[in-house]
């Protein structure tokens, strides 16, 4: 029996607010346990919470790059359950008339593009962070967590593989971050992932039996995990069994899920209108207002990054996937007006180096000034392509400018021609077999006349007189 798999996606995404959802405890992150509470997000008998706007606000602004219908009234609900990280015994978030609704997301995957639902975005406040003694039988509680404003984003079932999972929470990561509403941090727990995978038969129109996932803290575990869980749905079914509703966690060191608890329903949690909360009422003049401030979000920059610089797709999309990285690129291009190579360098030898350090480009130990400068030494003749490999490499460790390492190292480029020839002369006296079989139609044998030209030169040839010397004295020019 052939299957396909069934997926939709709960994320969490922690506001960056410096206030709590509905008090003025701070929401930095690391500090001394239990120091940013106060008797509201503690739940203490007697006290009301009072909604902070920029919440709301910075919700609108998902909403409306999400291209989701925003209510103009939501309401607040109870969602009620106990466990020891929840001080009030329920937790305030949305229910049945959320915040947004029916908006979408388009995605690149495979070249291919795919358009993702999302059912809708509503406001709720997080839970504290139990930490477990691996020694003793304790867990200890810290509630700074407790209240911190995130929104739930929640897919349609609209997603069929783990890669399509990838790149719709890139997506969503990328555009929260364009918006400045979220750090996207996902090992701080500022952007967490639950994911429900489900199996049916090749062509049903009924879903089967779904299984959430949890504790997925990377975009790697997401997929890995996605596709673990197909895989053991199948086999399962395959084998004549039924698959069971239930929370299953992510072991990333054994690269398997293992179940947790049976799966809650909604009637499960006996959500209620929370009486100590107004009705959020948002005005046209508000939704106009936050169009009217919203960034240039990935997709629009992406289409710019293609007609204005005439770069590929696959460029654009690269380059655009984070606002720092095209704010890079485009300081590049100011200072050196050609889009392409600057590209090729940033995509090629700068994102590689950040990603063997683990750094963002934030972080970069290259400045876009001094990268284009070296890209116009380039353009200059001034040093070859081979030698501003070495000139990047000196200029990440000791964040020199490149002109003063090419002149500390001496690499300025050999052009003149009379120099050149000499050593031309040189290599082809050396080897007469090479050099007879260019002379008979093997024309790959260049190459190895350059490769050996460079090295006598230390790279420091011009490789275009190079070859063209080359030809002259091989009887072919």
């Not at 947004?100 to 795919?114: H, L, M, R, S, V």
């Not at 919203?294 to 655009?320: C, H, I, M, N, W």
């Not at 000791?398 to 480029?413: F, N």
Request: charged share 25%.
């Amino acid at each position: 029996m052939k299957f396909e798999s069934v997926i939709g996606l709960e994320v969490h995404a922690q506001l960056k607010t410096k206030t709590k959802v509905f008090c003025n405890c701070s929401t930095r992150f690391g500090a001394p346990p239990n120091t940013h509470t106060c008797p509201v997000c503690l739940g203490m008998p007697g006290v009301l919470p009072v909604l902070n706007r920029k919440v709301a606000d910075y919700a609108v602004r998902m909403g409306i790059a999400t291209n989701c219908n925003i209510a103009s009234e939501s309401r607040f609900a109870r969602k009620n359950y106990f466990y020891p990280d929840l001080p009030k015994g329920y937790q305030i978030s949305q229910y049945e008339m959320p915040l947004a609704q029916k908006g979408y997301i388009d995605i690149e995957n495979n070249g291919e593009k795919e358009r993702i639902g999302i059912t809708r975005i509503h406001i709720e406040e997080d839970a504290g962070k139990l930490n477990h003694d691996p020694n003793l039988p304790v867990s200890m509680v810290d509630f700074n967590r407790t209240g911190v404003p995130l929104i739930e984003i929640v897919s349609e079932p609209d997603i069929r593989t783990p890669e399509q999972a990838g790149a719709y929470l890139r997506k969503l990561r990328s555009i929260l971050r364009y918006l400045d509403i979220c750090d996207g941090n996902m090992e701080e727990g500022s952007f967490r992932c639950d994911a429900n995978v489900s199996v049916m038969p090749k062509g049903s129109e009924t879903f089967g039996t779904r299984a959430e996932l949890k504790n997925l803290n990377s975009f790697k575990h997401v997929e890995k995990a996605i596709a673990f869980e197909i895989e053991r749905q199948k086999e399962i079914i395959g084998d004549g069994g039924k698959v069971v509703q239930e929370t299953r966690l992510w072991d990333p060191v054994k690269n398997v899920t293992t179940s947790m608890r049976s799966k809650e329903e909604a009637h499960d949690y006996r959500y209620f209108p929370d009486p100590d909360l107004l009705p959020l009422v948002i005005s046209d003049e508000w939704i106009q207002s936050v169009k009217a401030s919203l960034p240039e979000l990935p997709d629009q920059k992406k289409e710019r990054f293609v007609s204005e610089y005439g770069l590929p797709s696959l460029d654009a999309e690269v380059l655009t996937s984070a606002r720092e990285l095209a704010d890079y690129f485009e300081a590049c291009v100011r200072i050196f007006p050609q889009p392409k190579p600057v590209s090729n360098w940033v995509m090629g030898a700068l994102l590689g180096l950040l990603n063997a350090e683990g750094k963002s480009i934030e972080d970069s130990p290259i400045s876009p000034a001094n990268l284009a400068e070296l890209l116009k030494l380039i353009a200059d003749n001034v040093i070859s392509g081979k030698i501003a490999k070495t000139v990047f490499d000196e200029m990440a460790k000791s964040g020199k400018p490149p002109k003063a390492i090419v002149e500390e190292k001496g690499l300025v480029q050999v052009t003149d021609t009379a120099a050149i020839e000499a050593v031309v002369d040189t290599v082809i006296a050396r080897h007469p077999k090479e050099a007879e079989d260019y002379r008979g139609g093997k024309d790959k044998v260049l190459g190895f006349f350059v490769g050996q030209i460079m090295k006598e030169t230390k790279g420091k040839a011009n490789p275009q007189i190079v070859n063209q010397i080359l030809k002259e004295r091989l009887g072919r020019g």
